[in-house]
């Protein structure tokens, strides 16, 4: 059975095309459904790229934000003429534009952040009704997903008085019922995602200086307690999903506060990287509801932008150097590393292989071998940069390159 067959059948189930946060043919959020980089599917991805056929490209204003793949359509981000952000809702089988959605509002980032442009960054999130996508100058927008028409708008520097981010909101937004999560106004906030409106608001950053926020939350367990992570530019944090109370926190060493990756859950820690630093692994623990988080482990391997994906007791990265590497998270020893690949990868796995895209528009397919790099195939795709993360859904890849978006399916090779 190919993966498009197999893509097939998954929609004709009753009940789980609706189910977007829990459908592996559909890309809801950053990081897919689970915000993890994994791919729920039965059916084992091929050896290698040669069932890869592109199926449409359509051009687009430049952006770093990773489309999102609903059962019928595609979202996309784009600044346009530095002065509008667009929203576009793309038909997922041919990209025919189903509406188009232009926001006032764009910004310049700083002159060392220069060479990776002023484009719209953070990824947008859905719900199935609606589309979230926060605009670089601190805002955050809900869109019809039918029709592109706005629901509502917050401008986080006007609700609470503080300045513009320097490198504009970066963090992508995340759904959890009727929840919404996102790093902005210089903290960290629950929204109604009917509303906007504020339910509450934490780890409010003083400093102008760090006003911007690069990693993204992801919801899990620890210590026997619901709670969101949250890697803010100085401290990684445990907070209470319902009341925004700080369960736990500690200081993420880190340069200039560039701790931009979003961490990764391994049973009861946190793994996490950090630019010109190095690599952590943080136990978190409670007593009578009483948490406390303690370093692991420490290696000297220094991360950057690229988020890690776990794959049973093994962590598998993309360091700043552009080397990949491979960590035991219960022991923090190296398994390897390889020769340097690109400045950056988005990382997806079905647990057995991981599907890496390189920043220079490279594919690389590799096994999720703790014993060696074990790189099954590499394929250029696109001739232009891709900082967008990868989508999978069903037998299909999303890529957000510089300034299209292109679409392929994949299916197994005979």
């Not at 940069?385 to 300034?403: D, P």
């Amino acid at each position: 059975m190919t993966l498009r067959l197999f893509a097939l059948c998954i929609l004709c189930v009753p009940g789980i095309a609706m189910a977007e946060s829990a459908d592996s043919t559909t890309w809801p959020q950053w990081r897919g459904p689970d915000r993890d980089g994994i791919v729920a599917t039965d059916q084992a991805w091929p050896d290698d790229l040669s069932g890869i056929r592109q199926t449409w490209r359509i051009e687009l204003g430049p952006g770093y934000s990773g489309p999102i793949v609903a059962a019928d359509r595609v979202f996309v981000a784009e600044t346009y003429k530095k002065k509008y952000e667009i929203v576009r809702a793309l038909d997922r089988a041919s990209g025919k534009e189903l509406w188009k959605a232009n926001l006032r509002g764009s910004m310049s980032v700083p002159f060392f952040a220069k060479s990776n442009g002023d484009w719209i960054r953070s990824t947008p999130a859905y719900d199935g009704e609606s589309l979230f996508v926060g605009g670089m100058r601190d805002v955050l927008i809900c869109l019809d997903a039918e029709t592109g028409s706005k629901k509502w708008r917050v401008d986080f520097c006007k609700r609470y008085d503080t300045d513009l981010p320097g490198f504009g909101l970066v963090c992508s937004p995340m759904l959890d019922g009727d929840a919404l999560y996102v790093q902005a106004g210089m903290s960290f906030c629950r929204l109604d995602k009917q509303t906007g409106k504020t339910i509450w608001r934490t780890l409010v950053n003083e400093s102008a200086m760090m006003s911007s926020a690069f990693s993204s939350p992801i919801k899990t367990t620890l210590g026997g307690r619901e709670q969101i992570v949250v890697q803010t530019r100085q401290e990684l944090c445990g907070v209470d999903p319902d009341t925004g109370e700080v369960l736990w926190s500690t200081v993420v060493p880190s340069y200039r506060g560039m701790n931009i990756l979003t961490p990764a859950v391994y049973r009861d820690g946190i793994f996490t990287s950090t630019h010109r630093n190095a690599t952590f692994f943080y136990k978190v623990s409670a007593d009578d509801q009483t948490f406390s988080v303690d370093e692991a482990w420490k290696h000297s391997a220094q991360g950057y932008m690229s988020s890690p994906v776990i794959v049973g007791d093994y962590a598998y990265c993309h360091l700043g150097n552009g080397r990949a590497a491979c960590f035991d998270l219960r022991t923090g020893k190296e398994a390897w590393r390889s020769r340097p690949f690109g400045k950056y990868w988005s990382m997806v796995t079905d647990r057995e292989k991981i599907l890496a895209l390189d920043e220079r528009g490279d594919l690389v397919l590799l096994r999720a071998n703790p014993e060696k790099l074990e790189v099954l195939d590499k394929k250029r795709i696109s001739d232009q940069e891709c900082w967008g993360h990868i989508a999978i859904a069903g037998n299909e890849i999303f890529v957000r390159e510089l300034n299209a978006v292109s679409a392929f399916s994949w299916d197994a090779a005979d």
